[in-house]
Nanobody, 126 residues
């Protein structure tokens, strides 16, 4: 079956770091555009960072720019999100997703993505 499996979440203190991984199984990430999204309690799902299939185009939400880094290893069929200088407001469930077409006008619009993982919890608290 087609699956995205996120891992690497957990509890971290403010200022700490986490690296999230998203491993695809049952399909290849080749030629698919990938994004990381998050949803906090009572909030809508929002785009965090998106990357085109070739890594030629990368987009970050303003709230995470300079702190988070997205990358992908197509050979390993895996996408990563390195999160540094974490803040309490980063607390959310983080999801990875893939799209057939990279949405240039709004690259991290969740509605444009076709395949979704089940999410991994990230909690930033002292």
């Amino acid at each position: 079956q087609l699956q995205f499996v996120e891992s690497g979440g957990g509890l971290v203190q403010p200022g700490g770091s986490l690296r999230l991984s998203c491993a695809a199984s049952g399909f290849t990430l080749n030629y698919l555009h990938v994004g990381w999204f998050r949803q906090a309690p009572g909030k809508e799902r929002e785009g965090v960072s998106c990357i085109s299939w070739s890594s030629a185009s990368i987009n970050y939400a303003g709230s995470v720019k300079g702190r988070f880094t997205i990358s992908r290893d197509n050979a390993k069929n895996t996408v990563y999100l390195q999160m540094n200088s974490l803040k309490p407001e980063d607390t959310a469930i983080y999801y990875c997703a893939a799209a057939h077409v990279f949405p240039l006008n709004n690259p991290c619009d969740p509605s444009r993505y076709n395949y979704w993982g089940q999410g991994t919890q990230v909690t930033v608290s002292s």
